[in-house]
Structures are given as C-alpha cells and as structure tokens.
C-alpha cells in the first residue's frame, strides 16, 4: 500500500511514467548503489517479491518459477548500471505489464518474453532522457550561453547540471563513432 502511494509520484495524472520525475532519482538511490548501500541479498528479497506480486496479480496458467524470478532479478541487477535504473523503474514497468500494456503474454511468462518487454520500458526511458538532456542544452543555449563556455565557479550552472551537460555531449560523440 505504501509503495503505490511513492509510486503515485511518478506517475503523470494518466497513469502514464513521470520520466523527468523518474530520471530525477539520485544516482545514491539506484540499483546499483542500493547494492553497496542496503546489500545484494535484500534487494534481490525485494526484486523477487515485487515481480512474484505481479505474476500473481495476471491471470496466466505459465507465470514465471521461483527459479525463473530467481534468475530474472540476478539479470536485473547484473544490467541495472547501463542506464542507472532505479527500484521505482522496475516497479512502474510490473505495473505496466500488470494492466496489460506490455502486450499479450498468451498466457505465459517466461525469461526472454520479459526482458524483451523489459527493454521496450528501458528504451522509451532512454530516448525521454535524450529528449530532456536536449531539452536543457536547448535552453542554455536560448539564454546565451554557451555549453562549451559554462563556468561553474563563477555561478553560471550548478554542479550536477554541468555534469548532466558533459554526460550528454560524451555520449554525443561515443554515438558518432
């Protein structure tokens, strides 16, 4: 009950993924750093128990094993520092899969036909990052200033957008290769 009441942040009014809201989780508060922070064996209790509540919440004659989760979450975790997911990315998309918006499952579930759904989530997460990030320098740029020029000592940005700001034209040019 209280994990869909935080959750309800994160949501637009639709029901639809708040992405800047969602985005905008510290890096400290992500899958990777709750390993370091609250330890490999209860977050994975805590991956395991969020995806068992929602293969029992479809009505599939297949759902996914014990093992199968089991396994699931190790995959979660091991992908979890390409894009900084965050606990609240996994829990948004079982409930997306939970009303039925990932697509038909046929009546079962396994490994593969997860992730792949998994990744339709982390893909339209990446590409409202890019659109933000874009967003941003956009807006520095029609205030006059110049990315490349941005001092951080005299005042001009903060710290975390500058890196924001570095991240994204790094990954600008790693696209270009």
Same mark, same amino acid.
């Given at each position: 009950?209280?994990?869909?009441?935080?959750?309800?942040?994160?949501?637009?009014?639709?029901?639809?993924?708040?992405?800047?809201?969602?985005?905008?989780?510290?890096?400290?508060?992500?899958?990777?750093?709750?390993?370091?922070?609250?330890?490999?064996?209860?977050?994975?209790k805590t991956l395991g128990a969020a995806i068992q509540l929602a293969m029992e919440s479809m009505n599939l004659s297949k759902p996914l094993t014990a093992n199968q989760i089991f396994d699931l979450v190790d995959a979660i975790i091991?992908?979890?520092?390409?894009?900084?997911?965050?606990?609240?990315?996994?829990?948004?998309?079982?409930?997306?899969?939970? $009303?039925? +918006?990932?697509? %038909?499952?046929?009546? @079962? *579930?396994?490994?593969?036909?997860?992730?792949?759904?998994? &990744? =339709?989530?982390?893909?339209?997460?990446?590409?409202?990052?890019?659109?933000? $990030?874009? +967003?941003?320098? %956009?807006?520095?740029? @029609? *205030?006059?200033?110049?990315?490349?020029?941005?001092?951080? &000592? =005299?005042?001009?940005?903060?710290?975390?957008?500058?890196?924001?700001?570095?991240?994204?034209?790094?990954?600008?040019?790693?696209?270009?290769?």
């Amino acid at each position: 009950m209280q994990l869909s009441v935080s959750i309800n942040s994160l949501k637009l009014a639709n029901g639809a993924v708040n992405y800047p809201a969602i985005l905008s989780i510290p890096g400290t508060d992500r899958i990777p750093s709750l390993v370091g922070k609250i330890g490999y064996e209860r977050l994975h209790k805590t991956l395991g128990a969020a995806i068992q509540l929602a293969m029992e919440s479809m009505n599939l004659s297949k759902p996914l094993t014990a093992n199968q989760i089991f396994d699931l979450v190790d995959a979660i975790i091991d992908t979890s520092a390409e894009d900084y997911l965050a606990l609240e990315d996994i829990i948004l998309f079982l409930q997306k899969l939970v $009303r039925g +918006e990932g697509g %038909s499952l046929f009546s @079962a *579930m396994d490994i593969p036909k997860f992730m792949q759904m998994f &990744e =339709k989530y982390r893909q339209e997460r990446h590409s409202q990052l890019l659109a933000i $990030r874009d +967003e941003q320098v %956009s807006n520095w740029r @029609a *205030m006059g200033k110049s990315v490349g020029k941005v001092s951080i &000592e =005299k005042g001009d940005i903060d710290s975390a957008t500058f890196f924001d700001l570095m991240q994204t034209y790094h990954e600008g040019k790693n696209d270009v290769q």
